[in-house]
C-alpha cells in the first residue's frame, strides 16, 4: 500500500478554513492550540507542548501542523512571529483515523517555499472574502502538500497508511475505517480478512500492536471528536453516527479512553477556541507593534 494509499488519503481529506491569525508573542508568552491548524514560525523560537509530555522547538522557517486538533501549546523562547491558519475538516471516516496529531517540518520556507507562499495567501489574501470556497480548496491543496512532504522526508511511521505485509489484515482495517460505526465485532472483521476468529485476532495484534477492538475504539473516539467539533451535530446523532446503540453507551465508552464527557469536552473546545480568538484580537496588528502575550488559557 504505497502510491496508491497515500493518493486515497487524500481523496478522502477535504478541508476547510476557519481564521487566519498573525501573532507577536513575547518571550514567556504562549498560544494555545485545540483545533486543526498550520502554524508558521516567522521569526524568533518556540517550544511546542503536546500531550503526554512531548516538546519539540521550533525556529524561523519551521511549520507545525496540527491534521487531528490534538491540544498543543506553543511557548515563546524568544520575541517570535508566527502565522497561523485555523481549520475545518470535512474527511472521510476512513481518511480522518489515519491522520497523526502532529506534523513537524523544519526548514519548511527553504524546501517548500509554495507550501508558506500559499499559507501566506490564504491567511492574509483569499481569507479577506467569507464562505469562500476558493480558500478551501486552496487549503486542501496545502494540507495535502505538508502530508507529502512529510511521508517523503521519510517522518511517516512503518505502520503508517497500514503498509503491511498481511494483505488480509490489511483488507479488514480498510473495511473498519470506511464504516467505523458498524457493529463490528473481532468475528465479523474475521470473516472480512477471510481467517478464523482466532487467527485474525492474533494477526491483527502482530501487525497492528493491539487488539482489534480496542484499535476500533481508537478509531471510534478520533471520529467522534470530529464531529462533536460540529455543533450542528447533537450527542445522540454522534453516538449513533460511531456506532453505539444509545447516548449513554457512548458517554460511557468516551469518558473511559478520554477521561471526560462528550459534552465536557465539546465545551471545552468551544471555550478554547473563544480565548484563542479573543486573546488574537486584542493583539496589534501592524508589523512596528510592540509584541505582546497571546496566551489561550487550557484548562
Known sequence: MGDDA??????????TFVAGEDHQLGAGSWLGLREPGVLQVRAGLVRVRGTAGSRTDLAA????????G??????????????????GANHTPAAAGQLPDRIVLTDLARDEPLAVDLLADIVTNVAERPANPVCDRATTLLCSMLLRA???????????LLRLSDPDIARALAALHETPGAEWTVAALARVALSSRSGFAERFRAAVGVP???????????????LLRREELTIGQIAREVGYGSTAAFGRAFDRHRGTTPQRWREAQRAGAGSVARAAASEPTSSTAPSTPAAAAIR
Do not use: I, K, N
Open 6 to 15: 497515500f493518493d486515497r488519503l487524500l481523496l478522502g481529506l477535504d478541508w
Open 61 to 68: 522557517g519551521d511549520l507545525l501542523f496540527t491534521p487531528t
Open 70 to 87: 490534538v491540544r498543543h501549546e506553543v511557548h515563546a523562547l524568544a520575541p517570535t512571529e508566527l502565522r497561523l491558519a485555523r481549520l
Open 150 to 160: 512529510w511521508r517523503e522526508r521519510g517522518c511517516a511511521p512503518d505502520r503508517w
Open 212 to 226: 482489534p477492538l480496542r484499535y476500533l475504539a481508537e478509531v471510534r473516539m478520533r471520529w467522534a471528536e470530529s
